[in-house]
């Protein structure tokens, strides 16, 4: 079996993750804090922004993965893919310059969404493969 839809995001999240990573690094040199946060709010914002997008992003790739092995429609795997990648962007955007903004919760809220229906997904199918 293929997971070639996956492949697309988990390569898309990937190479964010790589940037993220890079903006807390290049971010330490600048401000000369190379453990902790130093108590550096910007380094902080950094670090979280990176920490949850790290927290999120392998699991829920994960059920995407799983979804697709069992036989879910592209269609649906394209959609979760693509609103799990907008949401991660917007949450990393809002953490770095809104971090009390409503888009926050909602970002979240996508993010939940996309593991929820991968789940729902995955356990209907497997109830189907028992039967």
């Not at 550096?40 to 092995?69: K, S």
């Not at 799990?84 to 770095?96: G, P, W």
């Amino acid at each position: 079996m293929s997971v070639a839809v996956t492949a697309i995001y988990a390569g898309l999240l990937a190479l964010l993750s790589v940037v993220f990573t890079a903006r807390v690094g290049i971010y330490r040199v600048h401000s000369r804090v190379l453990f902790g946060d130093g108590g550096d709010e910007g380094l902080l914002r950094r670090q979280r922004a990176h920490g949850n997008f790290a927290e999120q992003v392998p699991f829920t790739v994960l059920l995407l993965a799983l979804a697709e092995l069992s036989g879910g429609a592209a269609w649906l795997l394209h959609a979760l893919g693509a609103t799990l990648l907008v949401a991660r962007v917007l949450h990393y955007h809002t953490l770095m310059t809104r971090p009390a903004s409503l888009a926050r919760p909602l970002t979240m809220i996508a993010t939940f969404g996309v593991q929820v229906t991968c789940a729902v997904v995955l356990i209907g199918k497997g109830i189907g493969a028992l039967s």
